[in-house]
Each structure stands twice: as structure tokens, then as C-alpha cells.
């Protein structure tokens, strides 16, 4: 793996703000992730989630603050620094991501062909691997579209491990699949973080996710355009708890 910088956090953001031309979506975004939590970040539609995402991995480039990862800066990086830093991370997107034309070999294969030296049999060998630790042992020269959203939720999830990253970004993991679906998908998650020691960053609105496995979730507002509430699902259902964190994740309920 790549070296990283010897940080305590994962990710510290610092006054990030995001917008989209003249309109801004979120407005001085502070918060850390630890090593090695499984971190959500939460919200109702439109509240800014997947912009703050994108931000957080590069696809956009935040108008004002900073996104360190290990205490690097990702956007003041030379050029090659970028690119290892660009390894430390995976992403799991929405829809899995994947390349209709290309197998589940095949598409794990790509981040190994990209970035490392290794060659086409130590790359089958790895591939294989990380088909294994999503429980996709025997499907490598499968299509996306002969599997179930489920399965193609695992494989996208198998090409986010293919370079041993030390943080992964889940885009919506849960959405589309049915309730034991989720709940597998869920308890892989964890699995990931408990054996491998990866960093994991949630995107989600799914109530049985976040109380599931989340150890902190920060939570967005639209009509603030920024953080209302930030600590354990279960301590921001509590009297005393920002009141539209608990009524998200309460939904007029007391949830256990």
C-alpha cells in the first residue's frame, strides 16, 4: 500500500464549502473521520450528500476549506502524489459502476491494470481474491447483467478493495436491494472494517443501516446548508439532541 502520513484521522475537513456556479449547496462543512469507523453521512433529499461526496473524493473541486486525507492535502498534491493518493481510496457508486460490456474479472481487473506493475496472472490471482471476500467466488466471468443488484453491489464493492485501499466511499449502498439484501451488504461492510482495518464513509439514508453498523453519523440539512448534528445514531435520538436529527432518525418513533 502506498505510504500514508502517520495521522490519527482518516479525513479531516475543514471549512469546506460547496457550490454549484452562483448557488451554494453546503457552507463550512467541519468534521473527522477516524481510522478505521464506519462514518454516515446522512440527511434528506437535497440535503447535499452526494455533493459533499463528490467534494470528498475529487470529482468536484470544493469552492473554499480543505480535505486532507492523513494530513495530505489531495488538491495541493504535486501530480504523483496525487495518483498514490488516489490509491488509498476506493468508491462504491450508486448503481455499482460497473462496464456492462466487460466480466466481473474483467472489471476488477481494471484499477490493477491502471496502477500497478503486476502482471496478468498476479492480477487474475488478486482479482480472484476480492471476488472471494465478497462472497462472489465462481462468478468472474459473469456479466453485470446476469447477476441480481445485490450481486452487482458486491462486485463494484470488489473493485473498490482491488488496491487494498485504506478508505472506502459507499454512494447509497443499500439503495434498490431488499431488506436481507441490505442487511447482507450491510454486515460485509463491517466485515471489511473489523478484518482489513478500512475506513469506511457512508452515504445513506436507510435507518437500519445507520443503527446497524454506523459508529458516528453527521448529519446535513438543507435549509442550513451544513451540519446540524454529528456523534452515535443512538445518543442523536436522545432528549437534548439537535431536534431534526432525532426526528430523522426517529421518524416520530423512539427507535431502540
Known sequence: MTALAPAVSAIEVKDLECRYGATVVLHEISFTVRRGEIFFIIGGSGCGKSTLLRNLIGLHVPSAGTVNFFGESLADAGEQRQRELLRTFG???????????????????????????????ERDELVALKLAQVGLTGYGDHYPAELSGGM??????????ALD???VFFDEPSAGLDPL???????????????LGTTCVVVSHELASIFAIADRVLMLDKSAKGVV???SPHNLCQPGADARARAFLTRGENHP
Open 91 to 121: 468508491v462504491l457508486y450508486q448503481g455499482g459502476a460497473l462496464w456492462s460490456s466487460l466480466t466481473l474479472r474483467e472489471n476488477v481487473a481494471l484499477p490493477l491494470e491502471e496502477y500497478t506493475p503486476l502482471s496478468p496472472a
Open 229 to 231: 448534528a454529528e456523534g
Open 152 to 161: 452487482r453491489k458486491r462486485a463494484g464493492l470488489a473493485r473498490a478493495l
Open 181 to 195: 439484501t441490505s442487511r447482507s451488504l450491510d454486515e460485509l461492510i463491517r466485515q471489511i472494517r473489523d478484518t
Open 165 to 167: 485501499p485504506a478508505i
